[in-house]
């Protein structure tokens, strides 16, 4: 089935078959971008029963061993079943379940396949889920995760080397022979995302990766976003502003740029007045930006939490809610 048979199928659903289909969000972005961070955060805030989270990278073909004697990485479209991710991807979002192969990153083992039957929201993250344009057309919401390579380098040693039992010396060897394969298949992802989101330091103020991290999110026109002119006003200008700039194709795109140092009173009022666009009688849930028990991250959390609203928004759009 093509992309434009997936749309067909999607809308052509009759009334009924759309408001019980669930609100699909991609994720997607190279590797130690952040993905999995930013996915716990939806998941906490709209509850495990609400929200089902796929991991595209589970769709490897090869396990690690196998792997070291093959010309390419995880990274190209040749090293995963892109047809069977493509037909998963169409069943969640027609409501109907999937038996998904799991791939353990910790052992990198290729394990028993899980069943997987979708909530009102599924969250697919990884490598490759705007690659074609057939998965494309499952999502309603696509976002990709933009962090300067420096960062990401930084983040990827970090967690591989006290989460996966890697070296160092191994991971830059990694990251030195994927480079070609994410220029090729990863980055050119960006383009095809509703929301880019790049978190990195202020370079103006002389502030580094071991610095907390300012949010910077370009929000394309592809889909409508909260109205954040009049929420982003002059009260708030010195933590939080939205610019009209140009994208890397010439487009204009509105870019939210959300500072490390907001102040938390001012980014509470923020979060209310994008929840109150929605007209949900919850409160803003207190689990947006938690890093850990402890601490919270504002600008990761103004970034989940426009998240949030579009799932919400695309479910009230569809009926169901």
Known sequence: MSDKQVNIHREGAGAS??????????????????????????????????????????????????????????LNPKCNYMDIMDQHFHHLSMGQPILKPVYDHDTGALGRPEYIRPAEFVIVEGLL????????????ITVYLDPPEDIRIAWKLRRDTTKRGYTEEQVRKDLEKREPESAEFIRPQRANADIVV??????ERGET??????????????????DLTTILDEDVK?????????DEDGKPVDSVHIHSYADREDTKR?????????????????SLGRLDSESRDE???????????HLIQAQQSAGNH
């Open 17 to 74: 078959a759309k408001a019980h289909r669930p609100i699909m969000l991609a994720i997607a972005g190279d590797s130690g971008t952040g993905k999995t961070t930013l996915t716990a955060g939806l998941v906490a805030a709209l509850g495990r029963d609400r929200i089902t989270s796929v991991a595209a990278d589970d769709y490897h073909a090869y396990d690690r061993e196998e792997r070291k004697d093959l010309p390419f990485t995880p």
């Open 198 to 203: 790049r978190f990195s330091p202020i370079e």
């Open 129 to 140: 889920p705007l690659y074609t344009k057939r998965s494309r057309a499952c999502f309603d």
């Open 238 to 246: 010195a933590g939080m502003h939205l610019k009209l700039r140009r």
């Open 209 to 226: 990766a071991e610095d907390p991290l300012s949010a910077y999110l370009l929000l394309r026109p592809t889909i409508s976003h909260p």
């Open 270 to 286: 923020v979060e209310q007045a994008i929840w109150d666009e929605l007209g949900v009688h919850e409160p803003v849930p207190e």
């Open 299 to 309: 600008p990761l959390a103004l970034t989940q939490l426009i998240l949030l609203y």
